[in-house]
């Protein structure tokens, strides 16, 4: 099984010193991807989801931001303590990244080939006229009609979803071992939404990359990931496969999650149970659970201690007082 | 969730406090606006009791002192016939502060009232206003004034009018483009949704939004008009002689400036100490009248 | 679920709507270049206590349906008519005293609240604009709505920035309650929410309608939130409305090749389901230059020859179930 594993992170802190206080965006993140596995990493906004990302690509800018602890190790290497050269060799060669809007991360100026071309040849190491042919092949793998035309359009003369495409298809044209998507179809609309996530699918199938998918949406993760990690103000709460996320959930946070979905399938006309409450303030979290405030079935400990991570049952780790007893330690 | 005690602490904001004692309060906690607000009402002290505080008459010639070391007696020295340098410094503000705040408030009510129409109104209204704007500050803003000055020669009423007519268009682009900004906002729909008529629409919506950045950019004004004034001065177009002026002592004192430093190093001085303080406290003003802007930072 | 307040009763009744924005060129004299239309001939009905929704992707013109219905736009052409009041035929005067019968929520919450006013007077804004100059009297009725939004006194001396998005939407509902409307119109209230504040938000506008008998209309691009709160839904692609039904009629037996690709398209949180999805081919066009015929043509994967040359009509096929598709 270790063999198979491309991204580990451990005990992850990413702290950010403002004027009003440090923020605690990512307070203990454990994670791990397999080779060609999905990965999703759902939470709320300021769950710290993005912050982890962009920490194990070492992109937090600092300062503010610091990385303060914990291990990310990629392919046998420890990326917090590998040098800015081999970060730049890793990125974008062997970890591409794309982000939810992607009209702000094109350069408006250049064309769409010009970009992609110049990532490949940055990365591969290739002369234009092989980074162009790549460049057109790349953007026809991904759907783009006409695409030897399409490549001297700027990004403007893209729709949302095109540009989507064009950003997917410069991440994958070095194909990098892991793709990070931070919510990649979280502007777009439903129909063009299905069209990306059927994209993203059958790339999955054909290049074996694995996927890291930022959502806040469960149907997503349920459609396309084998693995959820869930976040919770700055913590890892609970990791483990996607059936039994769905099934046997266990952190109380992702049974109140859960709960507060509203159903298509479900007929008659029922009341949504959410999670009272709001998420603690990052700069002042609480001595105990980050969750206990609003946490139904909060014991005495819960305010006091934060839980630990536990590997309830294989492949299941929560990190809740509920299990502590039972549960072994995870090192 | 917010505490006990930090509730009971906006109740009672809520009850005494007015917009200005919040805009006070968040203005206190920056130290360079402090500084520059210090600087400013130091300035504006000295202008008002210039006749208490000033040693000499600033007119007085005294031949027998001239071109004496700042000293006991003189304690920035005297110029070349024999004024002590200190007296007029001190005169000197009161008429920097008078151009500066005469000055600006004429450069900003031409300028508020063609942006609030132009940007309020649009339209054919709009394009003309600003292509008259346009036109105005297509001249450098110092050559304009010493055109009007040469024209109308050099008197303090004659300086309040160069400098007010050069400076309007600034305000005038400012304040229209931030009508223009706030016309659009959500909550002008929300209030027009709400009911609420045109005039309460403008007083309580749209002009406290849009004041803003005008009342920062008049403190940073009044700095650059009173340098403007120093300018003029320097090139004899100024507050007419002997009537003491940074600007003409300036003037006066360059012909000196490696025997007798002192004759330039001091007005210097001054204007730069008043033209910080304007600015700081103009910077400072833009953090405080912004609630937002302390949560932008930390984002 | 059919509770006994709701009546088939008209609360508002919008015919043949149309809102064009008319497309300007150039620089120096502005040439009219052609319409966007945004809204192009839309008819339906609210009625009294229910909710309808209003789904579409963006650009399909239904925000602008809620902001004409309110006449913060003017309409192009045809009618609102509120409690049989042609609105468009009220003058400014009259119009603004009926603006306290129908209320709007919006989307963004954060830029919908004048940041440099303090919660306590947004609320008390639309309470004194009708009329009520007693600041004590204002002061009693905003306490007692922000309670009823789940809010503290306190919160009224805060300003917009010192509270979370899910707070903000609070108090712009707070801000529609004010003046006791009948009509509350929802644009987007809870796109903007994670998960778990806007299942509260959801639950409180659901208690509110209740307690205050609102009807809303509710206009949304999230299908299952859609499904969730209304009581009848209609689906909009274009400027003009594909279909409209009872919200269980809708989901369950969709007409529209457009509602049923829709649907298909949403992600299921459920792994063990493999759903076929129907995966729409390209994009939505332009509402400037929309399609002949039906304007779903260009996207449809059942289209026919007619379909390119006729505006499908907008009928009634039973059971309140109206499509405008050729081949229903």
Known sequence: MDQELLLRVKELRTHFYTDAGVIKAAEGVNLEIRIGETLGVVGESGSGKSVAAMSIMRLIPMPPGKIVSGEVMFDGKDLLKASEDDLMRIRGNDIAMIFQDPMTSLNPVLTVGEQIMEAIMLHLKAGRTEAKKKAVEMLKRVGIPEAEVRIDNYPHQFSGGMRQRVMIAMALSCNPKLLIADEPTTALDVTIQAQILDLMNDLKRESGTAIMLITHDLGIVAELCQRVLVMYAGNTVEYTDVVSLFTKPMHPYTWGLLRSLPKLDVWAKQRLEPIQGHPPDLRNLPQGCNFAQRCNHKKPICEQQKPTWLEIEPGHFVSCFLYEEEGKRHD | MSTNSDADKTLELYETSSLFLEIWDRLKRNKRAILGLFLVIFLILVALFANVIAPYDPVQIALKDSLKEPNLAHLMGTDVLGRDIFSRIIYGARASLIVGVVATSISLVIGVIIGAFSGYYGGWLDSLMMRITDIFSAFPFFLLAIAIMTFLGPSLLNIFFALGIVGWTNYARLIRGQVILVKESKYIEAARSIGAKDRRIILRHILPNALAPVIVYTALNIGGVILAEAGLSFLGLGVRPPAPSWGSMLAEGKDFIFNASWLVVWPGVAIFLTVLGYNLLGEGLRNALDPRLNLRRIK | ?328
């Not at chain 3, 003017?74 to 005293?97: A, D, T, Y």
């Not at chain 3, 004590?136 to 920035?161: M, N, Q």
């Not at chain 3, 899910?166 to 712009?172: H, K, L, P, T």
């Not at chain 3, 709160?229 to 090749?257: C, F, T």
């Open chain 3, 1 to 328: 679920m059919i509770e006994t307040k709701k009546t088939t009763e008209t609360l508002l009744k919008v015919e043949n709507l149309k809102k064009y924005f008319p497309i300007k060129k150039g620089i120096a004299v502005q040439r009219y270049v052609g319409d966007l239309k945004a809204v192009d001939g839309v008819s339906f009905e609210i009625r009294r206590g229910e909710t309808l929704g209003l789904v579409g992707e963006s650009g399909c013109g239904k925000s602008t349906i809620g902001r004409v219905i309110l006449r913060l736009l003017e309409p192009s052409k045809g009618k609102v008519i509120f409690e049989g009041k042609v609105l468009n035929e009220l003058s400014h005067e009259e119009m603004r005293q009926m603006r306290s019968q129908m209320q709007m929520i919006f989307q963004d919450s954060y830029a919908s609240l004048n940041p440099r006013m303090r919660v306590g007077d947004i609320i008390a804004e639309p309470i004194l604009i009708q009329g009520v100059s007693s600041r004590a009297e204002r002061e009693k009725r905003v306490c007692k709505i922000l309670d009823v939004v789940g809010l503290s006194p306190y919160h009224g001396a805060r300003y917009p920035h010192e509270f979370s998005g899910g707070q903000r939407q609070r108090i712009g509902i707070a801000r529609a309650l004010a003046l006791n409307p009948k009509l509350i119109i929802c644009d987007e209230p809870v796109s903007a929410l994670d998960l778990s504040i806007q299942a509260q938000l959801i639950n409180l506008l659901e208690d509110l309608q209740k307690e205050y008998h609102l009807t809303y209309l509710f206009i949304a691009h999230d299908l299952s939130v859609v499904k969730h709160i209304s009581d009848r839904v209609a689906v909009m692609y274009l400027g003009k409305i594909a279909e409209l039904a009872n919200s269980e009629e809708l989901y369950k037996n969709p007409q529209h090749p457009y509602t049923i690709a829709l649907l298909s398209a949403i992600p299921v949180p459920d792994p063990t389901v493999k759903k076929d999805r129907i995966i729409l081919k390209g994009d939505v066009p332009s509402p400037v230059n929309p399609p002949s015929g039906c304007r779903f043509h260009t996207r449809c994967p059942k289209v026919q020859s007619i379909c390119k040359e006729q505006d499908p009509n907008f009928r009634d096929i039973g059971n309140d179930h109206f499509v405008a598709c050729h081949l229903v």
